[in-house]
Structures are given as structure tokens and as C-alpha cells.
């Protein structure tokens, strides 16, 4: 059975603090790896990655790929109050949908 | 372009009512999809179209759920005989569902509470 497991569930950090986010994942036929965040309702797409070793980045996020240890992790540096969110990643494989992990809660305190 | 939305926003029912939940995906998507978020939870996959597939109703919870994309664009899932267990977040996403790549994109949700 495909699935996704996030770690940790949830983070409280300080203001200025950088954080790492985990994702592993077991998917038959993996394609990609996605991340979301979730702040109210809708989570909104943060990264997709196809490729190992090849870094993605947007302003203070970045998330990278490894597909031989089959993992991805999320980092974000120099975290702001407006980062406090649930941070979801998905895995597909090109014949069903995504598979969700649970997510990751991540609350930055001032 | 606008995105992907739903409505309403908000449904309060009283167990044992009928609900119809509505999406509308982003014009030219392809694949639509719908999940549940349950408090606390994860996303829990319910059902997906693609196209003029037939649609894989493989995490539907029960035969209470269905749903329906009418004209390849607007869909509304059913929830018949209402339970308070159903009470969640009802999603809905949609994607260009090309090969190798299905970025999806929500919409905002319907907050669906049970009393």
C-alpha cells in the first residue's frame, strides 16, 4: 500500500529560527514529490520535484529530493510568524492520485 | 485566472439531511479531484475524474457518498442520510493531469459540520 509519513507532527520554533521538515515516502512507480502548505483551508503548492539531488528553492523555502533513500525534506530558513502552518507533501505515481501525508504543524511564535 | 472554488463555504445539517457539496475547477483542468479533512487529520482521498474516464470512486467511505462532473467541468459530491462522523473539511482540487506531473490545486473548502 502506497503511503507517506511526515515527521515531526508538530514544531513550535521562535522567530528567526530555520527548520527542517521530513518526508518519506513508499509509492509504487513514484513520478514526483509535492509540497503543500496549509494555512486556513486550501493548501496551496509550494514545490514539485522529479529529480534527486536537485535543489528547489523560493525565497526562504527550499526542498530537495532524494529518490534512492526515498525521502524529501522541506527547509525553511529564518522562519516569520506568517510560516505557522501545516505543511503537507504528497507523492504520486502517475496512475492515482496523490497520496497525502498527514502533514507537519509547524507554529513560529515570536 | 481564477482558481479552483467551492460552495458553500460553509453547510450546518442536521444528521440524517442530504448535502450537496459543489466545485468548480480551473478552466481547461482535466482531472478533478475531491478529499476529505477531518480535524486534525490528513487529506483522505474520496474520488477522482479524468477526463471522460470513468471516475475511481475507490475512496468513497460509503454508498452514502457519490458525486458527478457534469460537461467535463462542474462537479458536486452527494452525501445522503448525513452522519455526525461526516463533519470535516470537503476539498477540492484540480490539475492538468499531464504525463509524470499532476500538480493540483485546491479551492477553499467546504466546512461541513453535522449536529
Known amino acids: 500500500e502506497d503511503k507517506v509519513v511526515q515527521s515531526p507532527l508538530s514544531l513550535v520554533v521562535h522567530e528567526g529560527d530555520t527548520v527542517t521538515l521530513n518526508c518519506s515516502y513508499e509509492?509504487?512507480?513514484?513520478?514526483?514529490l509535492l509540497w503543500y502548505k496549509q494555512e486556513k483551508k486550501a493548501p496551496t503548492f509550494l514545490f514539485m520535484l522529479?529529480?534527486?539531488?536537485i535543489e528547489k528553492k523560493s525565497g526562504r523555502l527550499s526542498s530537495i529530493l532524494d529518490k534512492k533513500e526515498l525521502f524529501s525534506i522541506l527547509n525553511i530558513t529564518a522562519t516569520q510568524t506568517g510560516d505557522s502552518a501545516i505543511y503537507l507533501c504528497?507523492?504520486?505515481?502517475?496512475?492515482?492520485?496523490?497520496?497525502f501525508g498527514k502533514g507537519t504543524r509547524l507554529s513560529v511564535i515570536a | 485566472g481564477a482558481g479552483v472554488s467551492q460552495s458553500p463555504s460553509n453547510k450546518v445539517t442536521e444528521k440524517g439531511k442530504d448535502v450537496e457539496l459543489r466545485c468548480d475547477p480551473i478552466s481547461g483542468h482535466t482531472a478533478l479531484y475531491w478529499y476529505r479533512q477531518s480535524l486534525g487529520q490528513g487529506l483522505e482521498f474520496l474520488i477522482y475524474f479524468q477526463g471522460n474516464s470513468a471516475p475511481d470512486k475507490s475512496g468513497l467511505p460509503s454508498d452514502r457518498f457519490s458525486a458527478e462532473r457534469t460537461g467535463g467541468s462542474v462537479s458536486t459530491l452527494t452525501i445522503q442520510r448525513t452522519q455526525q462522523e461526516d463533519s470535516a473539511v470537503y476539498l477540492c482540487?484540480?490539475?492538468?493531469?499531464?504525463?509524470?506531473?499532476?500538480?493540483?490545486?485546491f479551492g477553499p473548502g467546504t466546512r461541513l459540520t453535522v449536529l
Open positions: 504528497a507523492a504520486y505515481s502517475g496512475n492515482t492520485p496523490l497520496v
Open positions: 522529479t529529480s534527486s539531488g
Open positions: 482540487a484540480s490539475s492538468l493531469w499531464i504525463g509524470g506531473t499532476d500538480t493540483q490545486y
Open positions: 509509492v509504487t512507480n513514484f513520478r514526483s
